[in-house]
């Protein structure tokens, strides 16, 4: 059973450009979470997806980040005209249902602004 | 409100022992602690539900006490392959999911032969 995949592992853009980060949960998972790391800090709630439904957003910046769960398909995170501060790791996680006590993460996307 | 984590790191020789501790300014429902090595995903220890509960994990584990809001991880016995950084996150009230945590800076050990 694979884990929690991420892809692409690392990313780069220029200012301005978009970034979109992909993320598939486990098997049989229908409940994903996105997760901020700046550098040398710890992680911070961005979005809390089910299939097709936005559960909580509350750690999401208000411009240029959105994120979707399709019925078919990854989680996708999506940030519009890149910004020198948006370079951080990226981590999905996943659980099979809610309320269950453990999330499993992928292994992170590192994006870099340059 | 973000947890706060002491020490911010600490160093170990094989086989010493170590305390990890989680404090917050609020009530504490839940306690989740993870660990991540460089580069890699944050992986579960164990999640503390209950004031005054323990729970293990190999020689690792954890206590959690409501009434000061804080949990401590007790490392025992210490090997190479303890060393990462080491989470605490607390759930929103009255959730135990491992969903929306709000983690605490972390605390970086590192255990030397």
């Known amino acids: 059973n694979a884990g929690v995949m991420q892809n692409p592992r690392h990313l780069v853009r220029r200012r301005g450009q978009e970034a979109r980060l992909r993320c598939s949960p486990m098997k049989g998972h229908s409940h994903v979470y996105w997760y901020r790391q700046l550098p040398e800090e710890g992680l911070k709630f961005m979005v809390y997806l089910q299939k097709e439904n936005i559960i909580d957003e509350s750690g999401m910046p208000k411009e240029r980040f959105s994120a979707e769960f399709p019925k078919e398909g990854p989680s996708i995170l999506r940030i519009q005209q890149v910004v020198r501060g948006d370079s951080a790791a990226y981590f999905c996680?996943?659980?099979?249902?809610?309320?269950?006590?453990?999330?499993?993460f992928g292994q992170g996307t590192r994006l870099t602004v340059v | 409100q973000q947890p706060v984590q002491s020490p911010q790191a600490v160093i170990l020789r094989e086989g010493e022992d170590a305390v990890i501790n989680c404090s917050s300014s609020k009530a504490l429902y839940s306690v989740h602690w993870y660990r991540q090595k460089h580069g890699e995903a944050p992986v579960f220890l164990m999640i503390l539900l209950k004031g005054g509960e323990q729970k293990g994990h190999e020689k690792i584990s954890a206590s959690f006490n409501e009434k000061k809001q804080q949990s401590s991880l007790y490392l025992t016995a210490s090997q190479l392959s303890y060393s990462g950084t080491y989470f605490c996150g607390t759930g929103p009230p009255g959730e135990t999911s491992g969903s929306r945590l709000t983690f605490g800076e972390g605390t970086q050990l590192t255990v030397n032969p």
């Open positions: 996680a996943s659980s099979p249902r809610q309320g269950y006590t453990e999330a499993f």
